[in-house]
């Protein structure tokens, strides 16, 4: 059965420092990987979906990396900003489409 | 208007209610799935459809059913809710075609409690 495990758990950075989330799933057998972001009280927003033949995404400031083989990814943001304050999901997709999430890690970003 | 749409946003019913939630989408994604976020949890499949006449149990089904009404529509229920099922509740769709590159889109969640 896949596990997807996130560290930290929760995370407290000031504003402008850049910051890595962790990753890691137990079974490389996996079609992708896709990082979210949830605001409270809202649903999920997909950041950036890594296939699986592929080492990395970039979107904006964000960029994600994924090496299947050690069954780990990570999530690098840039010059992190209060507004990417949020939780933030890593879920691998196996067969039939089926996602299985982490628990998130909640990051605060400070003034 | 949002893509994937929920409703009712929150809910709060007695246990042995029977209870619906909907959720409905104007992607024109075939495959639409229901999941559950519980604290310390993450999210947890409990059903999922490839298409109309095509229904799926996911990780955790007891305790729920599925319709999938149209290509548009797919309604989760709760025949006789329990304070366990007290959770956030998502729905997502995906396109066909793929699995490597086909992300999930989620609506914004119905809040259920159940007293």
């Known amino acids: 059965k896949q596990e997807v495990t996130q560290i930290p758990a929760a995370l407290s950075v000031p504003e402008g420092e850049n910051l890595v989330l962790n990753c890691s799933f137990t079974?490389?057998?996996?079609?992708?990987l896709q990082w979210f972001r949830q605001d409270p009280g809202k649903g999920l927003t997909s950041l950036l979906l890594i296939q699986s033949s592929q080492r990395e995404q970039t979107s904006g400031r964000l960029n994600a990396s994924l090496d299947k083989s050690s069954g780990r990814s990570t999530l690098y943001i840039a010059a992190s900003q209060p507004g990417d304050s949020a939780t933030y999901l890593c879920?691998?997709?196996?067969?039939?489409?089926?996602?299985?999430f982490g628990t998130g890690t909640r990051l605060q970003v400070t003034l | 208007d949002a893509d994937v749409t929920q409703t009712p946003r929150n809910r709060i019913t007695k246990t042995g209610k029977r209870i619906m939630l909907e959720c409905s989408q104007t992607k024109g994604h075939d495959r639409m799935y229901w999941y559950r976020q519980d604290p310390g949890l993450g999210l947890r499949l409990i059903y999922y459809s490839f298409d109309v006449k095509d229904i799926n149990k996911g990780e955790i089904s007891d305790g729920y059913s599925v319709s999938r009404q149209a290509q548009a529509k797919f309604s989760l229920s709760l025949e006789s809710a329990i304070p366990n099922q007290t959770a956030l509740y998502f729905c997502a769709t995906s396109e066909s075609g793929t699995e490597s590159n086909q992300p999930q889109h989620f609506g914004d969640g119905t809040r259920l409690s159940i007293l």
């Open positions: 879920a691998v997709t196996g067969t039939a489409s089926k996602l299985t």
């Open positions: 079974d490389s057998a996996i079609y992708n």
